[in-house]
């Protein structure tokens, strides 16, 4: 699944899509997707990060950002040809929460990640994953757990007063 199917299962848009490609999904258990490092990347855009004083280390909130993604990408899945049904099409997903983060070692420009999510438990409008990241076959990052929750989009919208 290249960067164009990932955009027609995720909200998120440049600068803020940072899954490039989904290697491998097992429907309701797992998921592989890749994310390339660059250092055209929007994080190294900021005025004083050339030169041999640059901190070139990727923002850890980027790469939970971008394993999150990873694990909505297994989370809203449905089969080619599969319509989304109504319901499903006006829901929003929310980060509900994060435990046991752990970051093995910095993750810089010219890295390729593949972030690995697997699908721990799922209700009817929350999901619990749990995974890593791995770069060169090391993890760079892992995740005890991940909720994400998915509410009417309408309830989230500010009231009208």
Not at 31 to 43: P, Y
Not at 64 to 83: C, D, F, K, N, V
Request: charged share 20%; glycine share 8%.
């Amino acid at each position: 699944m290249n960067s164009v199917h990932v955009e027609r299962l995720l909200p998120h848009r440049f600068p803020m899509l940072l899954v490039d490609r989904v290697l491998d999904l097992v429907p309701g258990e797992s998921v592989v997707a890749s994310k390339a490092i660059t250092r055209n990347e929007q994080c190294y855009r900021k005025v004083g990060l050339h030169g041999a004083d640059a901190c070139l280390e990727y923002p850890q909130t980027l790469l939970i950002e971008s394993w999150g993604q990873t694990a909505g990408i297994l989370a809203t899945w449905r089969s080619p040809g599969e319509p989304i049904e109504a319901h499903e099409a006006d829901r929003v997903m929310l980060l509900g929460g994060l435990t046991g983060i752990t970051f093995h070692r910095p993750v810089l420009p010219g890295d390729v990640l593949l972030h690995r999510a697997r699908l721990s438990r799922a209700l009817s409008d929350t999901a619990m994953f749990e995974g890593e990241t791995l770069c060169d076959g090391e993890v760079v990052m892992s995740v005890e757990r991940m909720v994400m929750a998915f509410r009417p989009a309408d309830l989230l919208q500010p009231s009208a007063g």
